[in-house]
């Protein structure tokens, strides 16, 4: 029986190449959408590939640009990294891909989306909460996470309808890659004793294999944005592809870690991020300059916070918005030049100028031009310890306070002279 039209979020690998089919068999017309945020595929053949295995449309829409304006970035001014360490490669760009979801289903008169995620993992949920948050009357389908097909059963599948895969040797890794990086799970991984190994990485080398020598690049911020490179004014898309690649050149942008899946359990996740770890490094020095104290302090919390909206789905809700407000906010001042040295696996600051410098030498300086005034310590001590004076003196035993002696022995006495 015939039950519409599915829009198939499609990456045109195996499963959601069975997918297509699987869908046809269960009553839908497919029509597939392949988003390029700039991963490593094929796009053209990826086209191709859906039509041939009976999709009756297929869309594929370059959306890097849209991607790091309104979804990379505001992370980014968020310093947003999910427990503190993983910059959300993947996570960002779901509600991007369910957007465009949402809008393909409207303009196709469609039932129903289709994604190629398993019950395991977060995509999953945030593919399914992002769009139906923005077009609620969507059926949402899940045929890998329906039809229970080992991977034998999965290409013998393919090979009876005759889906046009080429199945090679198959890589021990599951892989989700972007422009703001490449998330790698899977096969030797599993086992948190496990080194990587050097196979698992394509944006970046093996440390020990980097040039010998370190390099110098300088990143210009503009409102907590990257401006330039070197000096060059580029657009986002360029400048994170041109970052990734000096900067995994030399090994840098390696994340490994136990994370904390929305899905309750724990999972070893290595990534390979070098623009997104240089940048976050980067900024992050630039703010300690250009920020106060208290505002620095206060927005460590929101960073998580927004990280972990990112994480479990939330895009699209109201505090992100909020959130975003206030970080657009707190960068309006983050402008500057940060000097980074780039050696063997290893990112460190090592210049910042800024026009929002709230670093003053003169007052910082033990040199001559020192133009802090000395004088006014005596009297800031005094009332700075005030609280602190009062509280020993009215819990002092002597003084009938209930606080227990200090003593010195004679030897202790003795040993520090
Ligand atoms: N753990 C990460 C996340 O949930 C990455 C998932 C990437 N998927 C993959 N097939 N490697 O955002």
Redesign the pocket.
């Given at each position: 029986m015939y039950k519409g039209k599915v829009v198939l979020a499609y990456s045109g690998g195996l499963d959601t190449s069975v997918a297509i089919k699987w869908l046809m068999d269960q009553g839908y017309d497919v029509v597939t959408f392949t988003a390029d945020v700039g991963q490593v595929v094929d796009l053209e053949a990826c086209k191709e590939r859906a039509l041939l295995t009976g999709a009756c449309n297929a869309y594929v829409m370059d959306l890097k640009e849209e991607f790091v304006q309104d979804y990379v970035w505001p992370a980014l001014k968020a310093n947003a990294m999910y427990q503190g360490t993983?910059p959300?490669?993947?996570?960002l760009s779901r509600p991007l891909i369910s957007k465009y979801l949402a809008k393909i289903a409207e303009i196709e008169g469609a039932v129903a989306v289709a994604h190629g995620c398993t019950g395991k993992?977060?995509?999953q949920v945030r593919i399914e909460v992002c769009t139906k948050a923005l077009k609620p009357d969507l059926k949402m389908m899940a045929p890998v996470r329906d039809w229970h097909f080992s991977r034998d059963e999965e290409i013998d599948y393919a090979k009876e309808h005759g889906i046009p895969i080429t199945v090679t040797k198959k890589s021990p890794y599951?892989?989700?890659d972007n422009l703001w990086g490449r998330?790698?799970?899977c096969g030797p991984l599993e086992d948190p004793w496990t080194e990587p190994p050097s196979d698992a990485f394509t944006l970046t080398v093996d440390p020990w294999k980097a040039p010998d020598g370190a390099e110098y690049i300088e990143i210009t911020f503009e409102e907590g944005i990257p401006a330039a490179l070197n000096g060059e004014e580029m657009d986002g898309v360029s400048l994170i592809a041109k970052l990734n690649q000096i900067a995994g050149k030399y090994g840098v942008g390696r994340i490994d870690m136990i994370?904390d899946r929305l899905v309750g359990f724990k999972?070893r996740?290595v990534y390979e991020c070098p623009a997104p770890v240089v940048l976050l490094q980067a900024k992050k020095a630039l703010e300690k300059m250009t920020l106060s104290k208290d505002v620095i302090a206060a927005k460590a919390d929101l960073e998580l916070k927004y990280a972990e909206l990112a994480?479990v789905g939330y895009w699209f809700s109201p505090l992100r918005e909020a959130l975003d407000a206030f970080f657009n906010q707190v960068q309006k001042v983050v402008n500057g030049v940060v000097r980074v040295r780039l050696y063997k696996g290893q990112s460190v600051v090592v210049g910042l100028k800024s026009p929002n410098s709230l670093y003053a030498k003169d007052l910082a300086t033990y040199s001559a031009g020192d133009a802090f005034d000395h004088s006014s310590a005596v009297g800031f001590i005094n009332i700075w310890g005030l609280p602190v004076v009062t509280w020993k003196q009215v819990h002092d035993p002597k003084n009938g306070g209930c606080e227990s002696e200090v003593t010195l022995s004679k030897e202790t006495v003795k040993s520090q002279v």
């Open positions: 993983y959300l490669t993947s996570a993992g977060q995509d599951s892989i989700d998330a790698i799970e994370e999972s996740e994480y």
